[in-house]
Structure formats: C-alpha cells, structure tokens
C-alpha cells in the first residue's frame, strides 16, 4: 500500500488480519449472500454494544488510576 500515513497504514494492516481471521474462524467473507438487511443491522449493533462496554471499563479504569492521584494534589 502506497500511504505516508502510519496510522492509516496501521489501521488497514488490523482491517486485513481482522478479515483473515474472520474467514479462519467462520469460514466466509463479508461478501457472504446469506444475510439480509436486519441481519447485519443485528451484528453491527452487537458489535458496537461490545465497544460500549470496552469503552466504559477503560474509562472506570483510568477514573479509578486518576483518583489516588487527585487526591494526593495539595488543595489550592
């Protein structure tokens, strides 16, 4: 891939192996016919409800490392 941009190359790399794996584990590619319109409607939603929880055990996790922190700051 002809791309100056190392974070669009690192992100077509993931996009590449995320496929590969997808066809080892399921044995079919996105062009698969056998799914209607609700259908990929479902697993978008599935999948983007997974980030949401990813997301917010990030964010706990990090308010949680930044909390000793504050509360060893001297008050102004």
Not at 32 to 43: C, M, P, S, T
Not at 45 to 71: F, N, R
Request: net charge negative.
């Amino acid at each position: 891939m002809d791309c100056s941009d190392s974070i669009v190359r690192a992100v077509v790399a993931k996009f590449l192996q995320r496929s590969a794996v997808g066809v080892t584990k399921y044995g079919v590619t996105l062009d698969r016919g056998d799914l209607g319109a609700l259908d990929w409607i479902q697993h978008a939603q599935e999948e983007l409800m997974d980030g949401i929880l990813y997301l917010e055990k990030l964010k706990q996790t990090l308010a949680a490392a930044a909390a000793p922190a504050a509360a060893a700051q001297p008050e102004k």
